[in-house]
């Protein structure tokens, strides 16, 4: 009983330190708000989340793989967010962060219960709950993806390594289904399969993979075609999800024009020790770190020889350090989904991605150091001193880094003292200027994020259109639009924004011809559909409109405007029960609406004579 209640406070003690070292890292961002960069798609201008959990919305967010990702699980929780919190970003923050201090627990925890190794188990857990590159996936709401699909990932191993020893059917089944849930939260977890089949061997030692032991000769050895059948459900799992990936992400997988075969994969072995050194000395962290223009054939050649290095050295050695091999190859396959063989976006890298390879490295670093030092003298106190060292300046680098998270100017200025020609820092630099109202400035700033960006991406020339465009600038605003068309033709933005242009100078008939270039692009466009939808009323082409308006709001309901002009349409036909409740919706959305207000009370009257014998 001793023994038990001293291993409960020991096990109380690592979670209560873990908690306070995020706590005094982590605190600070609670009085951080937004980043202008993916969290305005994400939170700030996604109006279905502020729907709630209705059925029509649950349906939609199941479906829908809305800024090229599908993952309905991660929208529910931000969808509970904005439930508690509205558009308070402190909210948002700590959410993030409390998972992110449940994923450390977890790691502790599994690790402990499965290896028997305390400390080890503890510096695994503390390294990853402080390192610094784990700063973008806790401090960036729109991350909430990552933090929560790891939450699932490590609770998939749990629940298998507890399978594994108790032969339980329901804790295989609770392994699929808690799977299902992080597929649906982000679908890097498409290694897992793998990754089971690591853990097989080390820590729950179901396998043997030394060459002179068979695997059927002992009990807990078994022979490799149950475990194979095992992973069936998990792998099918997996292959579904990827295809689902693949089909969401379209919009976001770049050409291959530009980004040829070597320069991919020149990526992708230079990527691999790049986030080594990142992981062993985090000093130049960036939010963004721009798609290099060449590789040296030296640099792809060199990172090739010590990845085949390091590998030979993990199988040959095993035996000895089981942990070596594991904690390698975890890292290696959990980080091919998102290594850029296949490009999506413009990165080179993201810390974001290491989230959870970085795990297989403090696991092998970790407990082969401590395998290799065992017969070392005063190595318990030599080992620990070192480790608390490592912990300590990683939680104070990890401050730092998230200091910067501050603000949208803070995050890229420091982006681009660490980078170099990094576009999309200079274009979310001119964002946040233009949103703060220094329009000179950020105009300033978008000419030179156009001069550096990649001829494809246009994210730039369309901001500075729209800048203009509301500075009364039309014929400006209109060049800077054809131009985005000219460098990418294949985004809806930029025919949309053109078409907005020739409706303000009247040219209406040319704008319907730009918006609906636009909706063979991107269909579902709220945008291009309401847009639309306006024009065509003033066209006097009624049907049609009310037709753009209906799809406007089946992609964003909460649009109060949308429902108080397809009320006006619709007034017009007489459909008077259906105007109503549009005016109603529009109200309901926004009760200050007063010209909805005036349209609804106009409306009634009109029904009330009508029905008057």
């Known amino acids: 009983m001793f023994v038990k209640n ?15 070292l995020i706590i005094a890292i982590y605190l600070q961002v609670g009085n951080y708000g937004f980043i202008l960069y993916d969290d305005e798609d ?3 201008l996604h109006s279905r989340l502020r729907l709630g959990f209705t059925f029509e919305n649950i349906q939609w967010f199941l479906t829908s793989s809305y800024a090229s990702n599908w993952h309905p699980i991660t929208w529910f929780s931000h969808i509970l967010d ?22 450390s627990i977890l790691i502790f925890l599994f690790l402990h219960r499965f290896t028997g ?21 806790v401090a960036w709401v729109s991350e909430r993806k990552n933090v929560l699909s790891t939450m699932f990932w490590i609770l998939t191993l749990y629940f298998y390594a507890m399978f594994t020893v108790h032969k339980n059917k329901k804790l295989y089944f609770m392994t699929v289904l808690v799977f299902i849930l992080g597929l649906m939260s982000k679908q890097m977890l498409v290694s897992i399969p793998i990754i089971l089949l690591l853990l097989d061997f080390w820590p729950l030692r179901r396998m043997s993979l030394d060459s002179n032991v068979t695997l059927s000769g002992s009990p807990n050895t078994p022979v490799l075609k149950p475990l194979l059948l095992e992973k069936v459900p998990f792998l099918l799992l997996a292959v579904f999800a990827s295809i689902i990936a693949f089909i969401s992400q379209q919009n976001a997988i770049n050409s291959l024009h530009g980004y040829s075969l070597y320069r991919r994969l020149a990526n992708a072995f230079t990527s691999y020790i790049q986030y080594i050194r990142k992981i062993c000395w985090p000093d130049d962290l960036a939010v963004f770190y721009p798609f290099p223009e060449s590789i040296h054939l030296w640099a792809t050649i060199a990172s090739v020889v010590i990845l085949i290095a390091i590998t030979n050295a993990a199988w040959r050695l095993r035996v000895r350090y089981p942990a070596l091999l594991v904690g390698w190859f975890w890292y290696l396959i959990t980080l091919l989904p998102v290594i850029g063989i296949v490009k999506i976006g413009f990165q080179a890298m993201a810390d974001r ?7 297989g490295i403090f696991i092998m670093t970790v407990w082969t150091i401590a395998d290799i030092t065992r017969n070392l003298p005063r190595r318990k ?26 603000s949208t100017r803070i995050l890229f200025t420091h982006a681009l003292t660490v980078t170099k020609v990094n576009y999309v ?4 630099i001119g964002r946040a200027l233009e949103n703060e109202g220094k329009l000179d400035e950020a105009l300033r700033i978008f000419d030179e994020a156009i001069k550096l960006a990649p001829p494809s991406d246009n994210w730039a020339l369309i901001h500075q259109g729209i800048m203009l465009m509301n500075g009364g600038m039309l014929d400006a605003a209109a060049g800077k639009f054809k131009e985005s068309i000219f460098r990418n033709s294949a985004t809806a933005p930029g025919y949309i924004n053109l078409g907005m242009v020739l409706a303000l100078q ?57 429902h108080y002009n397809l009320g006006i349409v619709l007034e017009k036909q007489g459909r008077y029960e259906e105007a109503i409740r549009h005016y109603s919706e529009a109200l309901l959305l926004k009760p200050e609406f007063q010209y909805a207000r005036n349209s609804l009370n106009a409306v009634l009257q009109k029904q009330k004579n009508t029905l008057r014998p």
Request: with cysteine; net charge neutral; charged share 15%.
């Open 353 to 359: 991605y290491a989230y959870i390879p970085a795990i």
């Open 117 to 137: 190794s305390a400390w080890r188990s503890a510096t695994v857990a503390a390294l990853f709950a402080v390192h610094p590159l784990n700063v973008e996936s």
């Open 6 to 20: 001293r291993e409960i406070i020991f096990k109380a003690g690592i979670v209560f330190f873990l908690i306070i």
């Open 82 to 103: 904005v439930k508690l919190f509205g558009l308070n970003a402190m909210g948002h923050h700590y959410v993030s962060v409390a998972i992110h201090g449940t994923n």
């Open 42 to 44: 994400y939170i700030l």
């Open 425 to 428: 820092a200079v274009s979310a």
């Open 381 to 406: 106190l030599i080992l620990s001193c070192f480790a608390v060292a490592c912990i300590m300046t990683f939680s104070v680098t990890a401050w730092w880094q998230t200091s910067y998270w501050k």
């Open 506 to 562: 009247g040219r209406l008939e040319e704008a319907v011809s730009y918006f609906k270039i636009a909706l063979n692009i991107e269909p579902r466009s709220a945008a291009a559909n309401y847009n639309l939808a306006l024009i065509l009323k003033k066209l006097g082409k009624n049907d049609e409109a009310i037709s753009h308006y209906l799809l406007t709001l089946a992609t964003d309901p909460t649009d109060h405007e949308c």
